[in-house]
C-alpha cells in the first residue's frame, strides 16, 4: 500500500462509519415509529383513527415511492396511480381466483409489477421530462381503460366485488381489524425503511447526479438509462405495495385505484410535504387525507378548495411544508446566509 | 374482437365513406384542441395541462349562447370569444408566474385548474348531461357520397376546422405577426431586446390556443353531450396527437389527429372494446420508432 492509498483509506473510514451509523439511526427511528403505530390500538378504541393510519400506509408508500422519481431522480411521473392500481387489481385477482395464501400472492403481484414497470419503463425513461410526463399518463389510461373494458375479467366500472378472501396465515388473521392494522404499519414501516435505504445508498446518490446533470453522470460512465430503468421498477414495487394494502383495506379493488385523478393526488402529496425531504411525502399524505376528510363533509365542491390549496403551495409557498420548514430552521441555524 | 364488421365496412364504399367522415370529424375536433396544445408548448415552453378545460368551456359557452339568442353563428363566436378572454386570464395571472419553474409546479397549477374549472361547470351548469341539439340550419336531408350517408353538418365543421388550419399556417409563416411570435418562441431574450413585448405575445399565442380549443368544444357542441370532466379525454388524446404528430409541429398536429381519429372510428368497428387502447398502442408504436414523433425536430 502506498503512502497516498493509506490516506486515502483514512479519510474514507469515517465517511463509512458515519454511514454505518445514519444506517442504525433510521432502523432504530423505525422501530420506535412502529412501536409507537403499533401500540396505538392500546390507547384508543377509534376505528376512524386505525382506518386513517391504514389509508396512510396505503398511500404513504405510494407516495414515497413518487418520490424516488420525482424528488430523487427528476423523473417527474405523471402516471405513476398506474402501479398502485396494478398492485391493487392483481393481488385482487390472484386472491379471488387462484385462492392461494396472502404471502404468495403478494410476491407474486410484486413480480408481476416488476414485469410491467420494466416493459412500461423501457420505453418511457429514455423520453425528455415532459414527454415523460404525458407518456406515462397514456400508459395510466391505457390500463385503466383496460380494466374498464375487460369486464368479464376485472369487473369493468363495477369494480373486483365480492371482497378479497383473506385466509389467515403464519397466525396472522387479516380479516381481523387489528391485524390488518399492524400488518398495514408493518408494511408502510418496512418500505419506508427499504426506500431510505435506497435514497442513501450509492445507487440513490447515482440517482441524484442523474438528476442534476445527466449529461454528466454519463461521462462519468455511468448507464442513464439503466440506472433510471432501475428506479423506475423499483418504485413501482413500492407503488404496488401501496395498492395492496389498499385492496386488502377496502377488500375489493376499484378503476378509480388505477385512474389519473390518483397519480395527481400522488404528486400533489409530494408538493404538499416537500420533495427535498425524505419524510415530505409522508408528511403530505396525512395532510392531504386530514384535508380531503375534512372538505368533503363540509362541501361537494371539494375540486375547488383542494384546487385553491394546491394553488397556495404552487404559486404562494412555491415548496411543501417540510421543505419549508427544514429551510427556515437552516436560516435560524445560520442567519448570515439569508437566502 | 370483431374483424369480420371491419373487413365488411372495408369492402363496402358506403360504409368506407361513413366510417372515413366520423373519423374525419373526431380528426379534426382533436386537430383543433391538439394545435393550441402544440403552438402553446412550441411558444411559452409550457404543458398547457388544462387546456381540455377549455374545449369544455367552450362548448358550454357556446351552448347557452344558443340558448339565449338562438344564432348558431354567434354560439360559435361566443365559444371561441369566451376561451380566448379566459384564456389570457389564466396566463397573465396564473402561468406567467410558473415559466421557468419545473415541470412538476407547472403541472400543480394546471392540475389545480382542472379541478377548479370543473367544479365552476358543475356549479354554473349542473352536474348532468346537457345536449346543445342541431341548430335548425343544419336539420336537412343527409347528403349521400357514394352510397355513405354524410350530415351536412359534419361538412360545415370540417370545412371550419380546415379553414382555421390554413389561416394559422399561413398566418404563422407569412405574416409579421406571425414571425414574430416564431422569433418568439426561438429567442424571446432577443426578441424583448428588439423592443416587442414578449408577454403581450405570451398572452395572445395562449388565447389563441385557448380559442381554437374553445371553437371545437362549440363546433362539438350539437353533436356531443356536455358534461364537466368532457374535457380531460379530449386533453389526453390531443396530447397523443402533439407527441406523434411532434411537439411544436403543426402540420405533424394535423396528421397526427386525422390518423387518430380514422384509427377510432375504424377501431371501434374491429376492437369495440379496445378502441381506446389502440390510439396508445399506435403511440407507443411511433415513440419507440421515433421519439420525437413523426414530424418532431431531432433536438426536441
Not at chain 1, 388473521?173 to 431510505?196: E, Q, T
Not at chain 2, 409550457?46 to 344558443?66: C, D, E, I, L, P
Request: hydrophobic share 55%.
Amino acid at each position: 500500500m502506498t503512502e497516498l492509498e493509506a490516506g486515502r483509506t483514512q479519510a474514507l473510514a469515517p465517511v463509512q462509519s458515519g454511514a454505518a451509523l445514519r444506517r442504525y439511526r433510521d432502523v432504530l427511528i423505525a422501530l420506535i415509529a412502529f412501536a409507537v403505530l403499533a401500540s396505538l390500538p392500546l390507547f384508543t378504541g377509534s376505528k376512524a383513527l386505525l382506518d386513517f393510519v391504514i389509508r396512510c400506509s396505503a398511500y404513504g408508500l405510494f407516495a414515497t415511492s413518487l418520490n424516488l422519481l420525482v424528488g430523487y431522480t427528476g423523473l417527474t411521473s405523471f402516471g405513476h396511480g398506474m402501479f398502485f392500481g396494478l398492485g391493487a387489481y392483481s393481488f385482487g385477482l390472484i386472491m379471488q381466483k387462484l385462492g392461494v395464501s396472502i404471502p404468495v400472492a403478494f410476491v407474486a403481484t410484486l413480480a408481476i409489477t416488476a414485469v410491467v414497470a420494466g416493459v412500461i419503463g423501457a420505453i418511457c425513461v429514455r423520453l425528455k421530462e415532459i414527454y415523460f410526463a404525458f407518456v406515462t399518463l397514456a400508459f395510466q389510461m391505457l390500463i385503466h381503460s383496460t380494466i374498464l373494458s375487460w369486464a368479464s375479467f376485472t369487473g369493468g366500472d363495477q369494480g373486483l366485488r365480492g371482497g378479497i378472501p383473506r385466509p389467515a396465515f403464519l397466525g396472522i388473521n387479516l380479516a381481523n381489524h387489528i391485524h390488518l392494522y399492524i400488518a398495514s404499519c408493518a408494511l408502510l414501516i418496512l418500505g419506508l425503511l427499504a426506500m431510505r435505504q435506497i435514497a442513501q445508498s450509492p445507487f440513490g446518490y447515482t440517482l441524484r447526479m442523474i438528476r442534476d446533470n445527466a449529461a454528466r453522470a454519463s461521462f462519468l460512465g455511468i448507464d442513464v438509462w439503466r440506472a433510471k430503468l432501475t428506479v423506475f421498477v423499483l418504485a413501482a414495487l413500492f407503488a404496488s405495495m401501496g395498492g395492496m394494502v389498499m385492496a386488502l383495506f377496502v377488500s375489493g379493488a376499484y378503476p378509480e385505484f388505477a385512474y389519473w385523478t390518483i397519480s395527481g393526488e400522488a404528486i400533489f402529496i409530494n408538493m404538499l410535504g416537500g420533495v427535498s425531504t425524505f419524510l415530505g411525502p409522508m408528511v403530505g399524505t396525512v395532510l392531504l387525507l386530514l384535508l380531503n376528510d375534512t372538505v368533503t363533509r363540509f362541501t361537494e365542491y371539494h375540486g375547488i378548495v383542494l384546487g385553491v390549496v394546491i394553488l397556495f403551495f404552487a404559486l404562494g409557498l412555491r415548496k411543501g411544508l417540510l421543505d419549508f420548514v427544514a429551510d427556515w430552521f437552516a436560516q435560524r441555524r445560520d442567519p448570515g446566509e439569508g437566502r | 374482437m370483431d374483424l369480420d364488421a371491419l373487413a365488411g365496412c372495408l369492402s363496402s364504399s358506403a360504409c368506407l365513406v361513413t366510417q372515413t367522415t366520423s373519423g374525419l370529424i373526431i380528426g379534426m375536433l382533436l386537430f383543433l384542441v391538439a394545435v393550441g396544445l402544440t403552438l402553446i408548448f412550441g411558444v411559452l415552453k409550457v404543458v398547457n395541462f388544462s387546456h381540455g378545460a377549455f374545449y369544455m368551456f367552450g362548448a358550454y359557452f357556446a351552448m347557452t349562447a344558443y340558448q339565449l339568442t338562438g344564432s348558431f353563428a354567434l354560439a360559435m363566436l361566443a365559444g371561441a370569444a369566451g376561451t380566448a378572454i379566459l384564456g389570457l386570464i389564466f396566463e397573465r395571472v396564473f402561468m406567467s408566474r410558473v415559466y421557468g419553474a419545473d415541470v412538476l409546479m407547472q403541472l400543480l397549477v394546471c392540475y389545480a385548474f382542472v379541478l377548479i374549472f370543473d367544479d365552476v361547470v358543475r356549479i354554473i351548469w349542473g352536474p348532468e348531461f346537457k345536449a346543445m341539439g342541431m341548430p335548425a340550419a343544419f336539420q336537412v336531408m343527409p347528403l349521400f357520397i357514394a352510397g355513405g350517408v354524410v350530415p351536412p353538418y359534419y361538412l360545415l365543421l370540417i370545412g371550419v376546422a380546415l379553414v382555421a388550419a390554413i389561416v394559422l399556417g399561413i398566418g404563422l409563416s407569412r405574416s409579421r405577426i406571425g414571425k414574430v411570435i416564431r422569433a418568439a418562441a426561438h429567442n424571446p431574450g432577443m426578441v424583448s431586446a428588439l423592443g416587442i413585448n414578449t408577454g403581450l405575445i405570451y398572452g395572445g399565442v395562449f388565447a389563441l390556443g385557448g380559442m381554437l380549443a374553445g371553437l371545437a368544444g362549440a363546433l362539438a357542441a350539437p353533436v356531443r353531450s356536455l358534461t364537466p370532466g368532457m374535457g380531460f379525454s379530449v386533453l389526453i388524446e390531443s396530447f397523443i396527437v402533439t407527441v406523434i404528430g411532434g411537439m411544436g409541429s403543426i402540420l405533424g398536429a394535423l396528421i397526427g389527429a386525422l390518423l387518430l381519429g380514422l384509427i377510432r372510428s375504424f377501431g371501434s368497428l374491429g376492437f369495440p372494446l379496445f378502441t381506446e387502447g389502440l390510439m396508445y398502442l399506435f403511440m407507443v408504436i411511433v415513440l419507440v420508432s421515433k421519439p420525437t414523433g413523426l414530424f418532431g425536430k431531432e433536438a426536441a
